[in-house]
């Protein structure tokens, strides 16, 4: 491929405030490159949902890569995340029915080391958070994009979008090549960024930092 210039957008806030603006820049570049394959985190199915609609029509694969069931902190108390949960059982069978692939494993990128608060990090929690630095989104896409391959539905060296965020909703895009987990370091490759913050959250919760966005209401 010769040199080539495309269109970056680096948004003011992280979070759920940009979803839609993920995805349609996402749907963009999706077309421009001829990618076939998008991979969406998503911990409720709302942001997946909200990819079926945007998606609709076009060939496109969507795999949603999901959170284990757990709970996240919010403003009018917990927030159950994960769509195995039997309170998005209607969301699931919504995305089931409109073809997407459902996709939960272990993250990668959070080590056992998690449970004792860092104080002994592995080399995953060190590359975890080495990642953040680039932001939340930009972490958790390289690592739904990883998740989706090592379960199977993409095949390892494939070039798809991911799409990620800060919290909730999506903030990020990015075209990747994918690889299994255990070839991280010598085969995956960020390709193109499409969109990200400018800034990252840095201290939490997150929906309480100056440079975090978006309507939470919908999550109770």
């Known amino acids: 491929m010769d040199d080539v210039r495309r269109e970056i957008t680096y948004f ?19 077309k421009e490159l001829g990618i076939d394959q998008i991979v969406i985190a998503s911990e409720t199915g709302r942001s997946a949902l909200k990819a079926v ?16 069931p757990a709970t996240t902190w919010g403003p009018r108390g917990d927030i159950p995340i994960g769509l195995m949960r039997e ?30 608060k860092w104080e002994f990090p592995t080399p995953e929690g060190i590359l975890d958070k080495t990642l953040e630095i680039f932001g939340a989104g930009t972490k958790i896409a390289i690592e739904a994009a990883i998740m989706a391959t090592d379960a199977g539905k993409i095949n390892e ?24 987990s255990m ?38």
């Open 12 to 30: 003011r806030y992280c979070g759920e405030a940009n979803t839609e603006k993920v995805l349609q820049a996402a749907k963009k570049r999706c």
């Open 53 to 68: 609609e945007v998606f609709r029509g076009t060939k496109t694969k969507i795999i949603v890569v999901t959170h284990y």
């Open 87 to 116: 309170e998005y059982s209607e969301t699931r069978k919504r995305l089931l029915e409109n073809g997407v692939i459902i996709v939960q494993g272990s993250r990668p990128f959070a080590p056992p080391s998690r449970s004792i």
């Open 157 to 180: 060296g494939e070039e798809v979008v991911s799409c990620a965020g800060t919290y909730k909703g999506l903030d990020t895009a990015l075209v990747v090549r994918t690889a299994y």
């Open 183 to 220: 070839n991280f370091f010598k085969d995956f490759e960020v390709r193109e960024i499409i969109v990200k913050p400018r800034y990252r959250v840095r201290e939490l919760p997150e929906y309480k930092y100056e440079n975090w966005k978006g309507d939470l209401d919908k999550y109770y």
